[in-house]
């Protein structure tokens, strides 16, 4: 079982950086892809991105590529978004989430793949 808790959101204008921190407990955190997610008003969780147990194998969504990074330190059970150039659409409450699996493996995007998830972290786009 593992515990998730994110934090780093924040209201930032058009063009500014946010960085999201989501700490793990358990001391199997290696055996979890992590992924990022977000859901605005009115619309579906929509995927973000996602990184593998170890190996570094990351995937992003689209509308994130080249703006986003991901990253995880397995020594601090810690995951990271890094975000940059953020525009308007990028609003919304962002959650982490974790899918027990080969660490090896290609981290999912499906939401449904993910057994644990976070409480969100809002993030803020003025324009």
């Known amino acids: 079982q593992v515990q998730l808790v994110e934090s780093g959101g924040g209201l930032v204008q058009a063009g500014g950086s946010l960085r999201l921190s989501c700490a793990a407990s358990?001391?199997?955190?290696?055996?979890?892809?992590m992924g990022w997610f977000r859901q605005a008003p009115g619309k579906e969780r929509e995927f973000v991105a996602a990184i593998s147990g170890i190996g570094g194998k990351t995937s992003y969504a689209d509308s994130v590529k080249g703006r986003f990074t991901i990253s995880r330190d397995n020594a601090k059970n810690l995951v990271l978004l890094e975000m940059n150039s953020l525009k308007p659409e990028d609003t919304a409450v962002y959650y982490c989430?974790?899918?027990?699996?080969?660490?090896?493996?290609?981290?999912?995007?499906?939401?449904?793949?993910?057994?644990?998830w976070g409480q969100g972290t809002q993030v803020t786009v003025s324009s």
């Open positions: 358990g001391r199997t955190f290696i055996k979890y892809a």
């Open positions: 989430s974790a899918d027990f699996r080969d660490p090896t493996s290609d981290p999912p995007a499906a939401a449904r793949s993910y057994d644990h």
